[in-house]
């Protein structure tokens, strides 16, 4: 069965010529989904997910993603510097995406809120 971000994928392209995976970090949105998964799911335990295809992707998922750990006979860890990652390739996801469609993105979005974001979260 395709994941909800493939079945969207799949109707922005076919209804607006948009094909998501070609986005910048189109597929930081897989990585995210596949831990919200196995949070969701498997109460955080890789073990407890039912795909094999999927415990595997968390487990090789920590050679590539700083500060994530996961281990089938373990808990996953997300810690703030891959919760940071994230937070910085979503929001070049929907800038790729705006740009795309030809949309402009509010004046008081584009002001590197997400580092000023990180700075009142370091007080």
Do not use: M, P
């Not at 109707?11 to 989904?33: H, I, Q, S």
């Not at 196995?38 to 335990?45: D, F, K, L, Q």
């Not at 998922?61 to 281990?71: E, M, P």
Request: with cysteine; net charge positive.
């Amino acid at each position: 069965a395709a994941s909800t971000v493939e079945r969207i994928s799949k109707y922005c392209e076919v209804f607006y010529g948009l094909r998501l995976v070609d986005c910048t970090n189109f597929k930081a949105l897989n990585d995210l989904r596949k831990i919200r998964d196995c949070i969701v799911h498997g109460v955080g335990e890789v073990a407890l997910l039912k795909s094999e295809e999927d415990r595997k992707y968390l487990v090789n998922l920590k050679d590539k993603r700083r500060d994530f750990f996961a281990h089938a006979g373990n808990e996953i860890y997300v810690g703030e510097e891959c919760i940071k990652q994230f937070l910085v390739e979503v929001w070049g996801f929907f800038v790729s995406v705006f740009g795309a469609l030809g949309w402009e993105i509010a004046s008081h979005c584009q002001d590197n809120k997400l580092e000023q974001t990180f700075k009142k979260l370091k007080k």
